[in-house]
């Protein structure tokens, strides 16, 4: 049932099979076509993204300090220093996909990340760890690179499902380095003393291999694809040249960077990732150690991370799913920050984690719940709202770099002596959720008033890329979800 309410809902985002005039191609067969080529495909690498940015988090309760001789301090900084590579990372990222193309640079890109979480393995100082975690921020482009990708298969409604869909390997990645971790954790004295490296060699190997494979199985874009037939890519093109501006032939001007950096809803955009990445992150790299704190062994601790990702996983999936048929996004952005922050306060409520586990563990819940549908709809956001090439791109950089500081300050948040209440680290995440409902409220509230400011100037035109004069989304013509 639910897999038919997915479909449903994916076949709802696009326009009716008679949209393009004189076209035999039935556009909901197509659309299912496409998410069945593209999302399973790119969904594995992000899974693998995430699990190999995550699994240090693991690698942590087998042993990793001790082996390495670092401090917990140190070990905080390390994982700081991966957000400086992502920043870093990003931007050149995004320009090589652009200049080759998706099928050589995605696996390319995530081989290089995999060998560098395969070296992880065999770290022995603090210069090794610092170094490696900082070269695994080459995996920022993933994530930007194929939100752009999408763009060039599915019209602008049809993206933030598919997006959110595909944020939901996040979850499952969690959920099977969980698993993952608990089997490779038992090789200790394989080699090593600890089993820690083999945590990063093995899942650090297995990226490898999956991106080598990723030649073969991830595509291009419509006009290459072989999948598709020539009438199919000429109906890809006719709707996406009506739908919007990505095919129109718009030259860079710092005005529409100074527009961008202008515009409040931008900065909101970017302020509503900055307190769900706070959150995010610390649970992906935190959740071992916060369970392993309530008083398990490390074997425990791995194979309990992976209930509550799990549920996430279900969380994130449904909630695109009632977003995209409802057409609302503050609601079940802010919703899910509410259902998050119940957790959080579970947690900070149980005076004694070690005597009472359970209604921590309960806690844990609630937070992975709540925190990875809201991420996947505040990342799409701005991708279906922003309209005008440079500006749409100024923003998504916006919205990922101020969002980035979240998670850097959340990488300090969780020392080792504060454990196994970690009142520091749970009430920053409390509060940025907290305040992630007021930021969406507001971004919601402003979008509605502006659309029915609009509605008495000019009528919606949703063919924008038809408009030979379109001037992004300040043209009162434009509407914005909310």
């Not at 300090?65 to 990222?93: A, R």
């Not at 199919?232 to 129109?248: G, M, P, V, W, Y």
């Not at 020392?415 to 970690?422: C, K, L």
């Not at 008495?456 to 890329?465: D, Q, R, T």
Request: charged share 15%.
């Amino acid at each position: 049932m639910a897999e038919k309410s997915a479909q449903e809902v994916g076949d709802s985002a696009g326009a009716s099979d008679s949209e393009t005039t004189g076209s035999t191609v039935n556009e909901r067969a197509l659309l299912r076509k496409l998410d069945l080529r593209l999302l399973p495909a790119v969904g594995i690498l992000y899974l693998l993204s995430f699990l190999d940015r995550s699994n240090v988090g693991n690698a942590r309760i087998e042993g990793l300090l001790g082996d390495v001789h670092i401090t917990g301090n140190q070990y905080l900084t390390g994982l700081t220093l991966y957000f400086v590579g992502y920043v870093l990372f990003e931007i050149p990222c995004n320009i090589i996909l652009k200049r080759t193309t998706p099928r050589v640079w995605l696996p390319t890109l995530t081989i290089a990340w995999g060998i560098v979480a395969t070296l992880m393995g065999i770290v022995h100082d603090l210069a090794g760890f610092f170094v490696s975690r900082f070269f695994l921020g080459t995996e920022s482009g993933l994530f930007p690179g194929v939100v752009f990708y999408f763009s060039m298969w599915y019209k602008r409604r049809e993206r933030q499902y598919r997006i959110s869909l595909f944020f939901s390997a996040a979850s499952l990645a969690g959920a099977f380095g969980g698993i993952l971790a608990y089997g490779i954790g038992r090789m200790r004295g394989v080699v090593w003393e600890n089993g820690w490296r083999w945590i990063f060699i093995l899942e650090g190997i297995l990226t490898v291999l999956v991106a080598a494979a990723a030649y073969g199985f991830i595509h291009n874009y419509p006009d290459t694809s072989k999948f598709l037939s020539e009438e199919e890519r000429k109906f890809i093109h006719q709707r996406l040249a009506a739908d919007c501006d990505s095919t129109h032939d718009e030259i860079f001007t710092w005005d529409a960077v100074v527009e961008a950096l202008r515009d409040p809803n931008c900065w909101l955009y970017g302020l509503g990732f900055h307190t769900m990445s706070l959150p995010l992150y610390t649970l992906s790299l935190f959740l071992p150690t916060i369970i392993s704190n309530l008083g398990y062994t490390a074997a425990t601790a791995q194979l309990l991370t992976v209930p509550p990702y799990a549920f996430a996983f279900v969380t994130t999936a449904s909630i695109a799913i009632l977003s995209e048929r409802l057409g609302q996004r503050a609601l079940f952005i802010g919703g899910s920050a509410i259902f998050a922050a119940i957790g959080y306060a579970i947690l900070l409520s149980n005076t004694d984690p070690i005597a009472k586990p359970g209604v921590s563990y309960t806690g844990v819940f609630f937070s992975a719940g709540g925190i990875y549908p809201a991420c996947a709809l505040v990342l799409s956001w701005p991708a279906i709202n922003v309209s005008g090439q440079t500006k749409r791109a100024v923003a998504n950089a916006m919205q990922i770099s101020i969002g980035n500081l979240g998670a850097v300050l959340g990488t300090q948040l969780y020392r080792a002596t504060d454990g196994p209440r970690f009142i520091v680290g749970h009430s920053f995440a409390l509060g940025y959720l907290l305040a992630n409902a007021a930021v969406v409220t507001i971004l919601g509230i402003r979008l509605r008033r502006e659309n029915k400011r609009r509605e008495g100037i000019a009528e919606e035109i949703k063919h924008v890329g038809e408009v030979a004069d379109w001037r992004g989304d300040s043209d009162p013509r434009w509407r914005f979800e909310y």
